[in-house]
């Protein structure tokens, strides 16, 4: 089992919808947690930064943390066609370093 | 502008090559890493060096090797002993200490094909 899991998608919306991407993760000791968009052939970029649980946002993205269940989400609201990318979450311990999950694919049609 | 760049973008090598994949940083950033990418495999991490002259193994090193002899520089050396080292390979740098240390920014990548 992958201490990391992701759905590859790909997930297809229609623009102006709302977007939820998930990551599972079995390592309870995780306490940070990341959202990375990368679009084709290009390097990721960081998008949200989570400490431990509960919510953040920032413009139309907002990520939440349920460490109870091990679940994170990154929510996109009015999705636009420039959001298609790929989606990657990762997390860590302490100083350890960066798990990434493999990455979700994610289609918005105009 | 500050960032990280990485050459050649697309690099085709023939097998029992030896090839070098080049990454500098202008961050100001301690810590540097390797990456491969593969499709359904997500980021695997290769060599993360923390401070000049340091750097240690991640979970795929082998056939690999590194050096940072600097802090603006860390090549990554794909041997001929790595076996499959066909793969889209990323760097990244990050500070190292402090509360978000490890907000990784990443480089656009070498695209490696092994004829």
């Known amino acids: 089992q992958k201490e990391v899991e992701q759905d590859p998608g790909p997930l297809s919306v229609p623009e102006g919808a709302i977007v939820s991407l998930n990551c599972t993760y079995s390592n309870s000791a995780f306490q940070y947690f990341m959202w990375y968009r990368q679009y084709s052939r290009k390097g990721p970029e960081l998008l949200m930064y989570t400490y431990s649980s509960g919510n953040k946002e920032d413009g139309r993205f907002t990520a939440q943390v349920d460490k109870s269940s091990k679940y994170i989400s990154l929510f996109i609201r009015d999705s636009q066609p420039s959001d298609s990318a790929t989606y990657l979450c990762?997390?860590?311990?302490?100083?350890?370093?960066?798990?990434f999950g493999t990455g979700t694919r994610l289609l918005v049609s105009p | 502008d500050g960032g990280i760049t990485q050459s050649p973008k697309y690099l085709f090598r023939k097998e029992g090559q030896n090839v070098t994949l080049s990454c500098e940083q202008n961050l100001n950033h301690d810590a540097m890493y390797w990456y491969r990418q593969d499709p359904g495999q997500g980021l695997r991490l290769i060599y993360y060096?923390?401070?000049?002259?340091?750097?240690q193994k991640g979970d795929i090193a082998e056939g690999y090797s590194v050096s940072r002899e600097k802090k603006e520089s860390f090549p990554l050396t794909v041997t001929s002993a790595q076996k499959n080292p066909t793969a889209f390979y990323l760097c990244?740098?990050?500070?190292?200490?402090?509360?978000?240390?490890?907000?990784?920014?990443f480089g656009p990548g070498t695209r490696l094909t092994v004829l």
């Open positions: 990244a740098s990050s500070p190292w200490g402090g509360e978000r240390f490890d907000e990784q920014f």
């Open positions: 990762a997390m860590r311990t302490g100083f350890q370093k960066l798990v």
């Open positions: 060096s923390q401070i000049v002259n340091d750097f």
